[in-house]
């Protein structure tokens, strides 16, 4: 089968369309045949092998210990492990998996759920990570109770995108942060107030969140803790930046210590993968409350190109990769 594969890490430049074996799915997991993959920050991190301590946890000390990249697919169950109940082949579905940027990928059978029928492959593969981020971001903000006003910092991005659409479904004041070219967007998307971060920072503008989701993940916690209404909460998800061996770690463990918020909560957000969340994700889209952006469509062979884009930060919404027509 025709793949995207890396054998050292580095930038876009290690990646080559190649053909490999097909993967054989162990006892519970299942062979989807990828019709859409979607990218993911994570892809990127995955492929540079940054930040450098995330090569202790698994992915690989001198190069990558999966040569296949890509997590998010969308496409047609194409063979199932013996102890899978729950699909069988010919099923639309979609999920997280192992090397979705290829022909055919491999995935838990639980990471996996049934693909609404109407909703495209394209949409689907932009749901699984990013949505799932969103989704647990405001769930682990609405445990201290209900998030009347939420601040989504990134709004016009993959997981933004999402944030701002399920806040406003919950029945939030939403408030979104994002560069000029992605406001109308922002705006598109349901959110009551914009702030252009180029023309005017989200705190001069001295309203205060009972949430605050930091997707860009570069903004001082004692500038984030300035837009929280008391007993608030701030949620770190994900950040980008810092050094090449610890990236963005330091930020992640001050906001675990108690006492740094002066009594206001401060969280970081490690989304995991949950079959119940991508059922809601699936039902939400089906009725029109989760509307997937897609800002590009990428042929496999250009992959390389798509992770650039998402390397420089600016795509709107979500970038997928076209694997196979539906």
């Not at 939403?174 to 992605?182: D, I, L, P, Q, R």
Request: proline residues 5%.
């Amino acid at each position: 089968m025709k793949a995207i594969v890396q054998d050292r890490f580095g930038p876009a430049e290690v990646l080559r369309l190649a053909d490999v074996p097909v993967p054989v799915p162990g006892s519970r997991e299942v062979l989807v045949r990828v019709h859409t993959a979607g990218v993911h920050i994570g892809d990127w991190h995955l492929m540079t092998g940054l930040p450098a301590v995330a090569r202790l946890f698994g992915i690989g000390l001198r190069r990558p210990r999966i040569r296949v990249r890509g997590m998010e697919c969308a496409g047609t169950v194409a063979a199932v492990g013996a102890r899978v109940t729950a699909f069988r082949p010919g099923d639309e579905v979609f999920g997280v998996g192992t090397g979705a940027f290829a022909e055919y990928a491999v995935a838990r059978e639980d990471r996996v759920v049934t693909k609404p029928a109407g909703l495209g492959f394209a949409e689907a593969a932009a749901l699984p990570v990013s949505g799932q981020t969103a989704l647990q971001a405001l769930r682990a903000g609405a445990s201290a109770g209900p998030a009347r006003r939420v601040l989504v910092i990134g709004a016009g991005g993959a997981v933004g995108s999402y944030a701002v659409q399920l806040a406003k479904a919950e029945g939030a004041e939403v408030t979104g942060v994002c560069s000029t070219g992605k406001t109308d967007l922002v705006r598109r998307l349901g959110a009551d107030h914009v702030v252009d971060y180029t023309r005017e920072e989200f705190a001069a503008v001295g309203s205060r969140h009972d949430l605050v989701l930091d997707i860009a993940g570069n903004r001082p916690l004692p500038l984030l803790l300035t837009a929280l209404a008391p007993g608030g909460r701030l949620v770190l998800v994900g950040g980008e930046g810092g050094s090449r061996f610890f990236g963005t770690l330091h930020r992640q463990l001050r906001a675990s210590l108690p006492g740094v918020s002066d009594g206001r909560r401060m969280r970081t957000l490690v989304a995991t993968d949950k079959a119940a969340d991508l059922r809601q994700l699936a039902g939400l889209a089906a009725a029109g409350t989760l509307r997937p952006v897609i800002d590009a469509s990428f042929p496999l062979a250009e992959t390389p190109e798509a992770i650039r884009r998402l390397e420089g930060g600016h795509g709107r919404g979500k970038l997928v990769v076209r694997i196979a027509d539906a």
